[in-house]
Structures are given as C-alpha cells and as structure tokens.
C-alpha cells in the first residue's frame, strides 16, 4: 500500500513485485530445468523489515510456476461505505 500524502512512501514487503521479478529471474537463468528457493527482504531500511519467500520452477526454458508465501502484520484496518450502493 502506497499512500506518499500520508507519509508512506514505501510499502515494506511487495508480493505481486516481487513474484513478477523472480519470475524474471527464472527466464533468465540458462538451465532448461531449474526449482529455485529464494528468500526476499524487503523494508529493512524503513524499519519495518519483511520476509518474503517464493520459489519458481521452469520447464523446457519457461517459468512456468511461481509461488509467494509470507507473514501480515496489520498495521491498520477500516470501512468504506457508499451512499446509495447495495449493501
């Protein structure tokens, strides 16, 4: 969650970057087959450190697979409601 007008420039652990850029990885590597592990930090210079781990698998020079796992921490929750919407 970005939100620069309130102070957070930065979200601390980005999953949907950070599989596209293991995905990436994975279509670089020069193995026609390949499972990788990775392990992803990401926030430690905001203070708010995160851990992300992910693993990829490619097949006949393809990723095919890419899988994200993690912990949350909520920091803040709240509602939205709409005048008129269906409730």
């Known amino acids: 969650m970005f939100a620069p ?6 979200d601390p652990a980005t999953g949907s ?3 596209a850029t293991i995905a990436l990885l994975a279509m670089l590597d020069p193995a026609s087959d390949a499972e990788v592990a990775w392990r992803i ?7 708010r450190p ?7 698998y490619r097949r006949a ?3 095919t697979t890419v899988h994200i796992a ?8 709240g ?6 919407a269906a409730a």
């Open 5 to 10: 007008l309130d102070g957070i420039a930065e």
């Open 17 to 19: 970057a950070t599989a």
């Open 79 to 84: 509602s939205l409601d709409v005048p008129g």
């Open 61 to 63: 020079g393809h990723a």
């Open 50 to 56: 995160s851990l992300l781990l992910g693993r990829t």
């Open 70 to 77: 993690g912990h949350v921490v909520p920091v803040m929750h």
């Open 41 to 47: 930090e990401q926030g430690v210079a905001m203070g």
